[in-house]
């Protein structure tokens, strides 16, 4: 079993940018695959990125390709994902998930086990 605790979230003005830090308490984070998730209101979780714990893939949705970037380091049991360029569009609460298996559709909350708190992050001028 894994514990996830999000941290990093924030206000921010269209155009910067922020890094939220999902750090896991419990054994074997090395072999999980850890998600990123955001639901703002009113509407569904989405999957917004992941990352695989083998050899590190990872898979982004659409809309964030080349502005957000996942990336893990199991010394310190984190996921990253540094955002940039953000638009208020991008406004949600982000949450980080895990599975130890590989997900047939990765952007499918159903397809996690564990999941955090959630960060607020808020992109507005």
């Known amino acids: 079993q894994v514990q996830l605790v999000e941290s990093g979230g924030g206000l921010v003005q269209p155009g910067g940018s922020l890094r939220l830090s999902c750090a896991a308490y419990g054994s074997g984070f090395a072999n999980y695959v850890i998600g990123w998730f955001r639901q703002a209101p009113g509407k569904e979780r989405e999957g917004v990125s992941c990352i695989s714990p083998s050899d590190g893939n990872t898979s982004y949705t659409d809309s964030v390709k080349g502005r957000f970037t996942i990336s893990r380091d199991s010394g310190k049991n984190t996921v990253y994902l540094q955002m940039n360029s953000l638009k208020p569009e991008d406004t949600a609460v982000y949450y980080c998930?895990?599975?130890?298996?590989?997900?047939?559709?990765?952007?499918?909350?159903?397809?996690?086990?564990?999941w955090g708190q959630g960060t607020q992050v808020t992109v507005s001028s």
């Open positions: 998930a895990a599975t130890v298996f590989f997900p047939d559709n990765w952007g499918s909350a159903n397809e996690y086990d564990y």
